[in-house]
């Protein structure tokens, strides 16, 4: 049977891809919400979209179907009491403090139809744009100008989600400024006819006790998995994520909980290390301490009363080889480990590539030593515009969520 799910490595060749084009949520940005927003600059917009276009077109000329968000969430919602009661919680978990303002955003929202109103809920909605009952009341004077805030993350579709085997983690995030973003992917998950019933395994949900994004998630092969410990995942989930897996028969038996700096430019562990082929990884040099060592968790399967053994390691080459049978393997230092150009091209997303099958990766074109390092080591690199997309802190493989991958032979 084909799973609508169905990915067991980085680098397999992608078939389906869950993209979201940026809309005009990132038109809402403003200097007063950026940072809170978290971006760090406003895009133009007219070419955001274009640089996105792009990006999408990249990948279905090399035959990966492409999927949108957007779509995919207004076709969950034709039953129309699963439209009524995604908006009530959509609208409980926006911030509105009375019921007045919730039931009457609530009725400007319905009286949409299912297109209009994802786009509207994700761009954000303006206080001027409702007519709410007892406007007098305190809550609606301020200045702030939004009722609900506009979501400009959500093209990072990496990390609400993440395509584990044939199931995935539907993501409680760290911020505020994206929790909402997993609920459109329950959403999908439940009610799409794509998705919906078709046995796809919830490894964590969004309700979950602890934080995790899928930018932290990498799936190393059909047995193991990394993930960072990081500003946007804790240790804990990484425990109940293992747990469940290692329970479950998801064929997961090792995940590798790798410690990354907790700083804005290293918010996920993709942001400074990713798989590139069957035995390379490009790495950004600044995660190694100085004598080449970092804190590596090696979390294993086993019949003892946790279920599991923990080891902690500090050679992150020797534990890969280990752990993918490899007796040699190459780690690419991004921006060729220069103390200048690592760092910047870091800081665009030099580090974050989307492989789409073993050896070619998609990259950011700004990143042009980091490209030209992967190169050398025999990539194909397809290069993608980054003028506008990359203001948002995010590169070709937080952009993307892999749906289905070919196994690896
Ligand atoms: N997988 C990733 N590295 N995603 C990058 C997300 C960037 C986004 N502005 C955030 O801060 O959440």
Request: hydrophobic share 40%; glycine share 6%; charged share 25%.
């Amino acid at each position: 049977m084909a799973y609508p799910i169905h990915v067991k490595s980085e680098i397999g060749k992608l078939k389906t891809v869950l993209l979201k084009r940026p809309g005009r949520e990132v038109e809402n940005l403003t200097p007063d919400t950026m940072e809170r927003l978290l971006f760090d600059d406003i895009p133009f917009f007219e070419n955001i979209q274009k640089e996105h276009d792009y990006f999408a077109d990249t990948l279905r000329k090399e035959g990966v179907e492409v999927l949108y968000l957007e779509k995919l969430a207004a076709e969950s919602l034709v039953n129309e009491e699963v439209k009524q009661s995604f908006l009530k919680q959509m609208i409980d978990e926006s911030g509105l403090i009375s019921d007045y303002q919730k039931q009457a955003v609530i009725e400007y929202l319905g009286s949409m139809n299912n297109d209009q109103m994802i786009e509207k809920i994700m761009a954000g909605i303006r206080k001027h744009e409702v007519e709410i009952p007892h406007q007098t009341c305190l809550d609606t004077l301020d200045d702030y100008p939004f009722l609900t805030d506009p979501m400009p993350n959500l093209y990072f579709t990496r990390d609400p989600i993440a395509s584990i085997g044939n199931g995935l983690t539907v993501n409680r995030m760290t911020f505020a400024a994206r929790q909402r973003e997993s609920l459109f992917i329950e959403t999908i998950m439940n009610y799409h006819p794509r998705f919906a019933d078709s046995g796809i395994q919830v490894w964590l949900d969004r309700y979950t006790g602890a934080h995790i994004e899928g930018g932290d998630e990498l799936v190393l092969s059909d047995t193991v998995l990394a993930v960072g410990i990081s500003q946007r995942t804790s240790a804990h989930s990484i425990k109940l994520l293992a747990e469940k897996l290692f329970k479950n028969n998801s064929g997961y038996e090792k995940v590798l909980a790798i410690k990354i700096p907790n700083n804005r430019a290293m918010m996920h562990l993709d942001t400074v290390f990713t798989m590139v082929d069957y035995d390379k990884f490009t790495i950004h040099p600044a995660i190694l301490d100085s004598d080449g060592k970092m804190d590596v968790y090696v979390i294993e399967k086993a019949n003892n009363e946790l279920g599991m053994t923990i080891t902690l390691r500090n050679n992150i080459e020797d534990v890969l080889k280990e752990v993918l049978n490899l007796s040699e393997l190459v780690l690419i230092p991004t921006g060729r480990g220069d103390a200048i150009v690592a760092p910047r091209e870091q800081w665009n997303d030099g580090s974050n590539t989307l492989a789409i099958a073993p050896g070619t990766v998609v990259t950011y074109d700004r990143n042009y030593v980091s490209n030209e390092v992967l190169r050398e080591y025999g990539l194909r690199v397809l290069e993608v515009l980054s003028g506008e997309l990359s203001r948002g802190r995010g590169g070709p493989r937080c952009m993307s969520q892999p749906l289905v991958r070919e196994d690896l032979k």
